[in-house]
């Protein structure tokens, strides 16, 4: 037994054509879309990968230069302190740490006027008379 057809005609077919059609395009423009959509996806990884991998070698390299900075004020036989902007010291080598008394570790951060002046028994820095 076969639907009534009564009602429809060859307008109703049309517009239902039309509307998959419509349907149609419209999926084809989402896949489109889509698909750039997924490409850019993939350059913006790549791009952050390689970022990344700047990023690696700069902290690698700037580590080594650090290592390297911090082997020659330890070699030093002279006292080192390093005193920022505020009048506080930030660093100093084991020589600097013999002179006040403190140990490297202990020597940063503090502020310049807590160093005593001179450890008895022990001359200058520079050599000269006390």
Do not use: W
Not at 60 to 88: A, D, F, H, P
Not at 95 to 104: L, Q, R, S
Not at 109 to 127: D, I, K, N
Request: net charge neutral; glycine share 10%; with cysteine.
């Amino acid at each position: 037994m076969n639907p009534p057809t009564q009602g429809r005609g060859p307008d109703d077919l049309e517009v239902l054509n039309q509307a998959f059609r419509a349907f149609n395009e419209a999926t084809e423009k989402l896949q489109s879309s889509y698909d750039s959509l997924k490409e850019r996806v993939k350059q913006l990884d790549l791009e952050l990968a390689r970022k990344n991998q700047e990023l690696f070698e700069n902290l690698r390299e700037k580590k080594e230069v650090q290592n390297y900075l911090s082997n020659i004020l330890e070699s030093l036989s002279s006292g080192v302190l390093v005193v920022n902007t505020g009048g506080v010291i930030t660093t100093c080598n084991r020589t600097a740490g013999e002179i006040t008394g403190k140990a490297p570790a202990d020597c940063p951060p503090f502020h310049g006027a807590a160093l005593p002046r001179q450890r008895p028994g022990r001359p200058p820095a520079g050599g000269g008379n006390p």
